[in-house]
């Protein structure tokens, strides 16, 4: 069956280090994106990307960076972990086809990511 | 500000009743409005999708409806059951579903 992971599903990581959370989708889906969710938020856009090449910033863009390569994976990289991006990271796939963007979106199971 | 806002926060429900579920919205302009039903841990799943023209929408013992003038939806939850116990976000999409704004969510849990 098709489907949408995430690795690691949790992460320690110390301030100002590289992370990249990965995430792999076999929907063979054109868009991806990735949210962060908090406490008393809701998810929140980071990045997204409606296909190969092809890269966006979300509403919360500051310290994170994309790239597409090919159609399955998406990675998150923060360049410079800071004790503010700790929170759980989801990534989303769709297909990109259905008219006015009604394509059911597909979320992975998360990544805790906490930065110390 | 594009915002959703959702209510109650939390609800407590017994097993076998029915709730509704409120979700108001500014986003201008609209292209759509989601459900999902979040788990504890889990990532989020679609209940429904409604375009601005379409004023119920129902995933079995689930029925969303939206009123688009008034910028309100609501998700009916009938006959509910232990494993409905989750947070249901609502999400307005702008132009063409671009521009995602979520609602922070309801907790809702059913006891037996």
């Known amino acids: 069956d098709a489907e949408i992971t995430q690795s690691p599903r949790h992460k320690i990581t110390e301030t100002g280090r590289q992370v990249t959370l990965a995430c792999h989708q076999t929907?063979?889906?054109?868009?991806m994106f990735w949210y962060r969710q908090d406490l008393g938020h809701g998810l929140r856009l980071i990045h997204y990307?409606?296909?190969?090449?092809?890269?966006n910033k979300g509403e919360v863009s500051d310290g994170y960076s994309v790239s597409r390569s090919n159609t399955e994976d998406l990675p998150l990289t923060l360049e410079s972990a800071a004790s503010s991006q700790t929170s759980v990271y989801f990534c989303?796939?769709?297909?990109?086809?259905?008219?006015?963007?009604?394509?059911?979106?597909?979320f992975g199971p998360g990544t805790r990511l906490t930065v110390l | 500000k594009n915002q959703v806002e959702q209510s109650p926060q939390s609800l407590i429900i017994l097993e076998g009743k029915n709730c509704t579920l409120q979700?108001?919205?500014?986003?201008?302009?609209?292209?759509?409005l989601r459900w999902y039903k979040q788990d504890t841990g889990r990532g989020p799943v679609s209940l429904t999708i409604?375009?601005?023209?379409?004023n119920t929408k129902s995933n079995g013992r689930y029925t969303a409806t939206l009123d688009a003038d008034t910028k309100q939806s609501s998700l009916h939850i009938t006959a509910s059951q232990l494993s409905d116990s989750a947070s249901y976000i609502c999400?307005?999409?702008?132009?063409?579903?671009?521009?995602?704004?979520f609602g922070p969510g309801t907790r809702l849990s059913v006891l037996p």
């Open positions: 989303a796939s769709s297909t990109g086809l259905a008219g006015e963007g009604t394509d059911t979106q597909y």
């Open positions: 929907w063979n889906h054109n868009n």
């Open positions: 990307s409606y296909g190969v090449q092809d890269t």
């Open positions: 979700c108001n919205y500014t986003v201008s302009p609209f292209s759509n």
């Open positions: 409604m375009t601005f023209s379409e």
């Open positions: 999400v307005v999409s702008g132009f063409y579903g671009q521009n995602f704004v």
